[in-house]
C-alpha cells in the first residue's frame, strides 16, 4: 500500500495505536447501513477534542477529506468516505461527562451510545427523549450528525430540540462553543445548523443535552387491524380528537411476518397491521384518554386491542417495532429503506401508492414507520446477486420520494440525506434554496473538506 | 447618494404607489433609535417583497424589516437606514390544517389574530381530501368533543406582536417551560434573502433532515439575514381544562422552596413564574401585592386533561400552604386568560408611567433563578423571572424626576450581566433609549463563534444590507 506521508504525523498526534490503515480496515469504515460504500484513505481515533482538532488543522493543510463517524449506524451513506480521506472514528471519545439535575442537562462525549446515557439517566429518574431504533448501538454525536429522531419524537420532537450547545471542531482545527447550558443564547442558532449537518459542517466533540423528568406514567397499547387503511385512518383520528400520544408507530403485515420470525414479540400473523399507542405524562386522566383512544380504534374496526400489563409486557411490544429492521433481513438478503415523510393525513393515499410502487417494479416493500408524524419507512426487500435487482430498487425508492415530496411532504425525516438522496433534494428544494444551504456550507469549510459530496448536491 | 424622492419612485415603479410612503409621519413611526428611514414600503406579496429587495441590491440600500415594531428597540442603532419593509400587508393565513397540527401565515399576521382563528376552527375532518372513498364514510368523522388548536406560544407584547417579530426574534414567553421555543415550534419559513431570492426551508412536517435546517438560523436573526414572508407553526390540540394559581409569599426564600417543590414532583405546569412585589401589583389581582413591597408571587399555568388539572390544584395548593402562602387565589376561564393577556403586554403597561425604563432578557442555567431573584430584590424593577426555563425580564425603572436617573441604571445592568455571566449565561437589553445604547452590553458577552457568526453574515448579506450593524458584535 502507498503509504501517505500524513499518515506518520497523524500517528504522532493520536498514537500508532489509534490510526487504522490496513486494506482491510480502510473497507470495513468504507460503509454504513445505507448500501453506498467507499474507501476510506486511513481512520483515525481521537481520544480528545484537541487531538481531533490536531488532525482536522494537518488535514487542512494537506487538503485531505474528513469524515466523522459514530457506529456507522446511519442509513443514507452520510458516514460513507465518498472520497477517500480520514474518517475520524469517535469511538473513544465516549464519557458522560457531567449530569447536572438541577438544571437539567447532561454533558457528553460524542462517543456516548445514545442507550447508554438513557440507562445512565432511569437511574436518577430521569430521560433523555428522542429514542431512535438504533439506539442500542448509535452514538450521541451520530444522533447529531442525522438529526435523527424517534417513536417518541411525535410528542418530545426530535434532536434538535434536546441539544443545547456543542463543541464544535471547524474544517481547519479551530475549536468553538456555541449554545451552552442556558436556553437561549444571543446570536445565530449554530448549534441548530450543525444538528442534522450529517458532519459537513464540523465535528462536535462534546454536547450539552437537555433532559427531562421521567414521565409518572407510561400506558401502551397495541392494535391490531384488518384493514392497513382502517390503521392508518386511526392514526388521524386520534390526533383529531386533540389527543397527542407519545408514540403512534405503525407496522404492516410484511414487517410483522419477519418480526416473528425473529423477536416473537406477539404479533398476529394473519393481521394487515398494527398500531402501537403510547400515552405518557401524569397518571391522572390517563386511563380515560386510553379509553377514549380504543374507541377510535374501535370506530375504525379495530380487531384486537392489547394493552402492556407490565414493563416486561411493554418491552415486548416495542421489541418488534426496535428490531424491525433487522428482522428484515429474514425474508431477503438485502432491503432499503425510504424515510419520506407527509402530513399525517396523507398518510393513507401515500401508503397505497407507496405499495402501487413496489407492485409496479416487481418489489416486496414492508412498511413500519412513525405514523403519528407521517414519517414513512418503507423496506424495500431484495437480493443483490439478483442482476438488475439493485437498480430497480433506487429507481423505486426515487420515485416514493417524488410521492411523498407531491403529497406536501419531504424525502428524509430523521436518516439525512447523506448520499443516496442528493437527486431528490432536488424534489424539495430550488436552485436558490440551495444555493443558500451552498454558503452556510462555505461559511463554515471554505475549503469543503468535511464529508465532502453529501447533503448537498 | 439616492435622494428620498428617487426612493419613493422607483419603489413605486415595482410595488405601486400604494405601497410606498415617504411622508413625515410615516417615516417618524418606522425610525429605529431615532434614525428615520428615508421611506417605508408595505409590500402586499412575498414576490413585491423580493422585488423591493432586488432594488435595494441594485442601490445599494440599507433594509430593516419591520412588523408591528413591539420589538425594534433591541440591538445597536443601525449603521444605515434607508428602508423600512413593513410585513403589514402580508396578512394572509395561508393555510389553517388543524388536523395535521399546522399553521402557515404571512409574516404580517399578528399573533393574536391566529390564534384567535384557530380556537374557533371546526374543521378538523382529517380525511385525505384527494382520496375520500371509504365505505365508512359516516363514522369517519364522529360528533368531536375537542373544538379547536392553538399555537402554543405565550409571546410578550401578545395584543400587536407579529408573527414574523416572533421569529425573527425568538421571542418567548411563560409557557415555554412545557413548549418549548419558536425555535422548536416553528417547522418551516420561506423568506427573501438579500440578494432579492425567495426561498422555502424546512415545511410542514415535524420531522425534516432534508438538507441543512436553515430555518433555525433565521429563527433569532433580527433581520440580519432577509425577510421572513411566510411561517409554518406547528399546534397542539387546545386542552381540555386550562387553569391559573397565584400565590404570593412575604419572603423571597420561601417563594423560591415553594417553586422547589413544584419542580421537584412529578407535576407539568406549563409555567412556572416568579413575580417580584411591583410585578404583583401590576399583574395580579389587588390582593395579590397587599399590603404592597416585600412579596413575592409566583404563578403557575396550568393545562391539560380535567384530571390532572385538578390533582395539580391540589397539590400546588397543599405545597403553598406548607410554605405559608399569603395569598392563593384560583383563576378559571375568563380571569385565566385575562391574567395571562396582561402578562403578555406587561411592557406597554408600564411604558406610559416609565417611557425610559430598560428592559433586560437575563439568561442563565434553570437552577440559578433563586439567585438572580435576590439580586433582583433590591433593585427598583419590575420582575417576572421563568423558573424552570433560565429565563424572565427585568424592567429596570429609572427614578422619575432626575434627570440623571438613568444613568445610574447603567451600572445596574452591568452587574447583573456579571451575574448571568458568572453562571454561564449573558443577556440581552431588549429596550433602551438610544441615548444609552452605546454604554450598554446590548446582546451580552461576545459568543464564542462570533467570528463563524459574521462568515455566514459574509456569505449571505455580503452588502450588509439589512440592519446593518443592529446584531451581536454588530453584525
Same mark, same amino acid.
Given at each position: 500500500?502507498?503509504?501517505?506521508?500524513?499518515?506518520?504525523?497523524?500517528?504522532?498526534?493520536?498514537?500508532?495505536?489509534?490510526?487504522?490503515?490496513?486494506?482491510?480496515?480502510?473497507?470495513?469504515?468504507?460503509?454504513?447501513?445505507?448500501?453506498?460504500?467507499?474507501?476510506?484513505?486511513?481512520?483515525? #481515533?481521537?481520544?480528545?477534542?484537541?487531538?481531533?482538532?490536531?488532525?482536522?488543522?494537518?488535514?487542512?493543510?494537506?487538503?485531505?477529506?474528513?469524515?466523522?463517524?459514530?457506529?456507522?449506524?446511519?442509513?443514507?451513506?452520510?458516514?460513507?468516505?465518498?472520497?477517500?480521506?480520514?474518517?475520524?472514528?469517535?469511538?473513544?471519545?465516549?464519557?458522560?461527562?457531567?449530569?447536572?439535575?438541577?438544571?437539567?442537562? !447532561?454533558?457528553?462525549?460524542?462517543?456516548?451510545?445514545?442507550?447508554?446515557?438513557?440507562?445512565?439517566? $432511569?437511574?436518577?429518574?430521569?430521560?433523555?427523549?428522542?429514542?431512535?431504533?438504533?439506539?442500542?448501538?448509535?452514538?450521541?454525536?451520530?444522533?447529531?450528525?442525522?438529526?435523527?429522531?424517534?417513536?417518541?419524537?411525535? %410528542?418530545? +420532537?426530535?434532536?434538535?430540540?434536546?441539544? #443545547?450547545?456543542?463543541?464544535?471542531? $471547524?474544517?481547519?482545527?479551530?475549536?468553538?462553543?456555541?449554545?451552552?447550558?442556558?436556553?437561549?443564547?444571543?446570536?445565530?442558532?449554530?448549534?441548530?445548523?450543525?444538528?442534522?449537518?450529517?458532519?459537513?459542517?464540523?465535528?462536535?466533540?462534546?454536547?450539552?443535552?437537555?433532559?427531562?423528568?421521567?414521565?409518572?406514567?407510561?400506558?401502551?397499547? #397495541?392494535?391490531?387491524?384488518?384493514?392497513?387503511?382502517?390503521?392508518?385512518?386511526?392514526?388521524?383520528?386520534?390526533?383529531?380528537?386533540?389527543?397527542?400520544? !407519545?408514540?403512534?408507530?405503525?407496522?404492516?403485515?410484511?414487517?410483522?411476518?419477519?418480526?416473528?420470525?425473529?423477536?416473537?414479540?406477539?404479533?398476529? $400473523?394473519?393481521?394487515?397491521?398494527?398500531?402501537?399507542?403510547?400515552?405518557?405524562?401524569?397518571?391522572?386522566?390517563?386511563?380515560?384518554?386510553?379509553?377514549?383512544?380504543?374507541?377510535?380504534?374501535?370506530?375504525?374496526?379495530?380487531?384486537?386491542?392489547?394493552?402492556?400489563?407490565?414493563?416486561?409486557?411493554?418491552?415486548?411490544?416495542?421489541?418488534?417495532? %426496535?428490531?424491525?429492521?433487522?428482522?428484515?433481513?429474514?425474508?431477503?438478503?438485502?432491503?432499503?429503506?425510504?424515510?419520506?415523510?407527509?402530513?399525517?393525513?396523507? $398518510?393513507?393515499?401515500?401508503?397505497?401508492?407507496?405499495?402501487?410502487?413496489?407492485?409496479?417494479?416487481?418489489?416486496?416493500?414492508?412498511?413500519?414507520?412513525?405514523?403519528?408524524?407521517?414519517?414513512?419507512?418503507?423496506?424495500?426487500?431484495?437480493?443483490?446477486?439478483?442482476?438488475?435487482?439493485?437498480?430497480?430498487?433506487?429507481?423505486?425508492?426515487?420515485?416514493?420520494? %417524488?410521492?411523498?415530496?407531491?403529497?406536501? +411532504?419531504?424525502?428524509?425525516?430523521?436518516? +439525512?440525506?447523506?448520499?443516496? %438522496?442528493?437527486?431528490?433534494?432536488?424534489?424539495?428544494?430550488?436552485?436558490?434554496?440551495?444555493?443558500?444551504?451552498?454558503?452556510?456550507?462555505?461559511?463554515?469549510?471554505?475549503?469543503?473538506?468535511?464529508?465532502?459530496?453529501?447533503?448537498?448536491? | 447618494?439616492?435622494?428620498?424622492?428617487?426612493?419613493?419612485?422607483?419603489?413605486?415603479?415595482?410595488?405601486?404607489?400604494?405601497?410606498?410612503?415617504?411622508?413625515?409621519?410615516?417615516?417618524?413611526?418606522?425610525?429605529?433609535?431615532?434614525?428615520?428611514?428615508?421611506?417605508?414600503?408595505?409590500?402586499?406579496?412575498?414576490?413585491?417583497?423580493?422585488?423591493?429587495?432586488?432594488?435595494?441590491?441594485?442601490?445599494?440600500?440599507?433594509?430593516?424589516?419591520?412588523?408591528?415594531?413591539?420589538?425594534?428597540?433591541?440591538?445597536?442603532?443601525?449603521?444605515?437606514?434607508?428602508?423600512?419593509?413593513?410585513?403589514?400587508?402580508?396578512?394572509?393565513?395561508?393555510?389553517?390544517?388543524?388536523?395535521? &397540527?399546522?399553521?402557515?401565515?404571512?409574516?404580517?399576521?399578528?399573533?393574536?389574530?391566529?390564534?384567535?382563528?384557530?380556537?374557533?376552527?371546526?374543521?378538523?375532518?382529517?380525511?385525505?381530501?384527494?382520496?375520500?372513498?371509504?365505505?365508512?364514510?359516516?363514522?369517519?368523522?364522529?360528533?368531536?368533543?375537542?373544538?379547536?388548536?392553538?399555537?402554543?406560544?405565550?409571546?410578550?407584547?401578545?395584543?400587536?406582536?407579529?408573527?414574523?417579530?416572533?421569529?425573527?426574534?425568538?421571542?418567548?414567553?411563560?409557557?415555554?417551560?412545557?413548549?418549548?421555543?419558536?425555535?422548536?415550534?416553528?417547522?418551516?419559513?420561506?423568506?427573501?434573502?438579500?440578494?432579492?431570492?425567495?426561498?422555502?426551508? /424546512?415545511?410542514?412536517?415535524? @420531522?425534516?433532515?432534508?438538507?441543512?435546517?436553515?430555518? @433555525?438560523?433565521?429563527?433569532?436573526?433580527?433581520?440580519?439575514?432577509?425577510?421572513?414572508?411566510?411561517?409554518?407553526?406547528?399546534?397542539?390540540?387546545?386542552?381540555?381544562?386550562?387553569?391559573?394559581?397565584?400565590?404570593?409569599?412575604?419572603?423571597?426564600?420561601?417563594?423560591?422552596?415553594?417553586?422547589?417543590?413544584?419542580?421537584?414532583?412529578?407535576?407539568?405546569?406549563?409555567?412556572?413564574?416568579? &413575580?417580584?412585589?411591583?410585578?404583583?401589583?401590576?399583574?395580579?389581582?389587588?390582593?395579590?401585592?397587599?399590603?404592597?413591597?416585600?412579596?413575592?408571587?409566583?404563578?403557575?399555568?396550568?393545562?391539560?386533561?380535567?384530571?390532572?388539572?385538578?390533582?395539580?390544584?391540589?397539590?400546588?395548593?397543599?405545597?403553598?400552604?406548607?410554605?405559608?402562602?399569603?395569598?392563593?387565589?384560583? &383563576?378559571?376561564?375568563?380571569?385565566?386568560?385575562?391574567?395571562?393577556?396582561?402578562?403578555?403586554?406587561?411592557?406597554?403597561?408600564?411604558?406610559?408611567?416609565?417611557?425610559?425604563?430598560?428592559?433586560?432578557?437575563?439568561?442563565?442555567?434553570?437552577? *440559578?433563578?433563586?439567585?438572580?431573584?435576590?439580586?433582583?430584590?433590591?433593585?427598583?424593577?419590575?420582575?417576572?423571572?421563568?423558573?424552570?426555563? /433560565?429565563?424572565?425580564?427585568?424592567?429596570?425603572?429609572?427614578?422619575?424626576?432626575?434627570?440623571?436617573?438613568?444613568?445610574?441604571?447603567?451600572?445596574?445592568?452591568?452587574?447583573?450581566?456579571?451575574?448571568?455571566?458568572?453562571?454561564?449565561?449573558?443577556?440581552?437589553?431588549?429596550?433602551?433609549?438610544?441615548?444609552? @445604547?452605546?454604554?450598554?452590553?446590548?446582546?451580552?458577552? *461576545?459568543?464564542?463563534?462570533?467570528?463563524?457568526?459574521?462568515?455566514?453574515?459574509?456569505?449571505?448579506?455580503?452588502?450588509?444590507?439589512?440592519?446593518?450593524?443592529?446584531?451581536?458584535?454588530?453584525?
Amino acid at each position: 500500500m502507498d503509504r501517505k506521508p500524513w499518515i506518520e504525523q497523524i500517528e504522532e498526534i493520536v498514537g500508532p495505536d489509534h490510526i487504522l490503515t490496513s486494506d482491510m480496515d480502510r473497507i470495513l469504515y468504507g460503509y454504513d447501513a445505507s448500501l453506498a460504500k467507499g474507501k476510506a484513505d486511513a481512520v483515525v #481515533l481521537p481520544g480528545d477534542t484537541d487531538e481531533v482538532s490536531r488532525v482536522m488543522a494537518l488535514a487542512h493543510r494537506e487538503r485531505i477529506p474528513v469524515i466523522a463517524r459514530g457506529s456507522g449506524t446511519n442509513l443514507s451513506g452520510g458516514t460513507v468516505p465518498a472520497r477517500g480521506g480520514v474518517v475520524i472514528h469517535l469511538s473513544r471519545m465516549n464519557r458522560i461527562l457531567e449530569i447536572d439535575l438541577p438544571n437539567r442537562t !447532561a454533558t457528553v462525549e460524542p462517543g456516548v451510545i445514545t442507550l447508554d446515557l438513557q440507562n445512565r439517566l $432511569l437511574r436518577d429518574g430521569f430521560v433523555y427523549a428522542p429514542d431512535p431504533a438504533s439506539q442500542k448501538v448509535s452514538t450521541l454525536g451520530g444522533n447529531l450528525g442525522e438529526n435523527s429522531g424517534g417513536p417518541h419524537c411525535l %410528542k418530545y +420532537g426530535v434532536t434538535t430540540n434536546h441539544v #443545547l450547545g456543542a463543541e464544535v471542531v $471547524l474544517s481547519d482545527g479551530t475549536v468553538m462553543w456555541t449554545g451552552g447550558k442556558t436556553h437561549d443564547s444571543a446570536g445565530y442558532d449554530l448549534t441548530g445548523l450543525l444538528v442534522g449537518s450529517e458532519g459537513t459542517l464540523g465535528v462536535v466533540t462534546c454536547m450539552i443535552l437537555r433532559i427531562l423528568r421521567a414521565p409518572e406514567a407510561v400506558k401502551t397499547m #397495541l392494535a391490531v387491524y384488518d384493514s392497513i387503511e382502517d390503521a392508518g385512518n386511526t392514526v388521524s383520528a386520534v390526533i383529531a380528537e386533540g389527543i397527542v400520544p !407519545a408514540t403512534l408507530e405503525m407496522m404492516d403485515r410484511v414487517v410483522m411476518q419477519a418480526v416473528e420470525a425473529s423477536v416473537q414479540a406477539g404479533y398476529p $400473523l394473519d393481521a394487515a397491521a398494527v398500531l402501537i399507542i403510547e400515552l405518557d405524562g401524569m397518571v391522572d386522566g390517563m386511563e380515560r384518554q386510553a379509553q377514549k383512544i380504543q374507541a377510535i380504534c374501535r370506530r375504525h374496526h379495530v380487531r384486537e386491542i392489547r394493552t402492556a400489563r407490565d414493563d416486561a409486557e411493554r418491552a415486548k411490544l416495542w421489541a418488534g417495532r %426496535k428490531g424491525a429492521f433487522g428482522a428484515i433481513t429474514r425474508l431477503k438478503p438485502s432491503y432499503m429503506v425510504g424515510d419520506g415523510t407527509v402530513p399525517r393525513t396523507r $398518510l393513507p393515499g401515500v401508503l397505497k401508492r407507496v405499495l402501487e410502487t413496489g407492485e409496479k417494479y416487481g418489489l416486496l416493500i414492508g412498511n413500519v414507520f412513525h405514523a403519528g408524524d407521517g414519517n414513512l419507512h418503507p423496506l424495500i426487500l431484495f437480493d443483490e446477486r439478483v442482476e438488475g435487482e439493485l437498480e430497480r430498487v433506487k429507481a423505486a425508492s426515487s420515485e416514493i420520494l %417524488k410521492i411523498c415530496a407531491e403529497a406536501g +411532504g419531504t424525502i428524509s425525516g430523521e436518516h +439525512g440525506i447523506g448520499l443516496e %438522496k442528493l437527486e431528490e433534494m432536488h424534489f424539495v428544494f430550488s436552485e436558490g434554496d440551495l444555493a443558500v444551504m451552498r454558503q452556510v456550507k462555505k461559511a463554515f469549510d471554505p475549503k469543503g473538506l468535511l464529508n465532502p459530496g453529501k447533503v448537498v448536491p | 447618494m439616492t435622494s428620498p424622492s428617487s426612493i419613493r419612485s422607483s419603489l413605486e415603479s415595482v410595488l405601486g404607489p400604494e405601497a410606498v410612503r415617504d411622508d413625515p409621519e410615516t417615516v417618524a413611526a418606522h425610525a429605529v433609535d431615532g434614525v428615520p428611514p428615508r421611506a417605508v414600503a408595505f409590500p402586499g406579496s412575498t414576490n413585491a417583497v423580493a422585488e423591493a429587495v432586488r432594488l435595494c441590491q441594485r442601490k445599494r440600500l440599507a433594509v430593516i424589516p419591520w412588523g408591528s415594531g413591539s420589538k425594534m428597540a433591541a440591538g445597536f442603532p443601525p449603521e444605515r437606514f434607508d428602508l423600512a419593509l413593513s410585513t403589514a400587508r402580508l396578512q394572509r393565513i395561508v393555510d389553517m390544517d388543524t388536523a395535521n &397540527l399546522t399553521v402557515t401565515a404571512e409574516a404580517g399576521v399578528r399573533f393574536k389574530t391566529v390564534q384567535a382563528a384557530l380556537s374557533g376552527e371546526e374543521n378538523r375532518c382529517y380525511l385525505p381530501l384527494e382520496d375520500p372513498v371509504t365505505p365508512s364514510q359516516e363514522e369517519i368523522c364522529p360528533e368531536r368533543e375537542n373544538r379547536g388548536c392553538f399555537i402554543p406560544m405565550s409571546p410578550p407584547h401578545s395584543r400587536t406582536a407579529t408573527l414574523g417579530g416572533i421569529v425573527a426574534a425568538n421571542s418567548s414567553g411563560p409557557t415555554r417551560l412545557l413548549h418549548g421555543l419558536p425555535r422548536d415550534l416553528v417547522l418551516g419559513v420561506r423568506y427573501v434573502t438579500p440578494a432579492g431570492e425567495v426561498v422555502g426551508m /424546512g415545511g410542514k412536517t415535524v @420531522k425534516n433532515v432534508s438538507g441543512y435546517d436553515v430555518t @433555525k438560523l433565521m429563527i433569532g436573526s433580527q433581520g440580519s439575514l432577509g425577510v421572513v414572508c411566510e411561517i409554518t407553526l406547528r399546534l397542539l390540540p387546545l386542552p381540555e381544562r386550562t387553569g391559573t394559581e397565584l400565590f404570593a409569599f412575604d419572603r423571597r426564600e420561601a417563594a423560591c422552596r415553594f417553586v422547589d417543590r413544584v419542580f421537584e414532583s412529578p407535576l407539568l405546569p406549563s409555567a412556572v413564574e416568579l &413575580l417580584n412585589h411591583r410585578a404583583c401589583a401590576l399583574l395580579g389581582p389587588e390582593e395579590l401585592d397587599r399590603p404592597a413591597g416585600g412579596t413575592w408571587g409566583v404563578a403557575l399555568a396550568l393545562e391539560g386533561v380535567e384530571e390532572a388539572v385538578t390533582r395539580m390544584r391540589e397539590t400546588f395548593g397543599k405545597m403553598g400552604e406548607a410554605r405559608r402562602a399569603r395569598v392563593r387565589l384560583q &383563576l378559571e376561564g375568563e380571569a385565566h386568560a385575562r391574567f395571562w393577556e396582561r402578562y403578555g403586554h406587561l411592557e406597554e403597561t408600564m411604558e406610559e408611567a416609565w417611557p425610559n425604563l430598560i428592559t433586560i432578557h437575563p439568561v442563565y442555567p434553570i437552577s *440559578e433563578y433563586s439567585g438572580m431573584a435576590a439580586r433582583v430584590d433590591a433593585l427598583d424593577a419590575v420582575c417576572v423571572l421563568r423558573a424552570g426555563s /433560565g429565563t424572565g425580564r427585568i424592567h429596570l425603572l429609572p427614578p422619575g424626576a432626575d434627570p440623571e436617573g438613568p444613568e445610574k441604571l447603567l451600572p445596574v445592568v452591568e452587574r447583573i450581566l456579571e451575574a448571568c455571566v458568572r453562571t454561564g449565561g449573558g443577556l440581552t437589553v431588549e429596550r433602551a433609549a438610544p441615548a444609552w @445604547k452605546a454604554r450598554l452590553p446590548l446582546w451580552g458577552p *461576545e459568543p464564542d463563534a462570533l467570528a463563524l457568526m459574521r462568515r455566514i453574515k459574509d456569505q449571505m448579506d455580503p452588502d450588509r444590507l439589512f440592519s446593518p450593524g443592529r446584531f451581536v458584535g454588530g453584525i
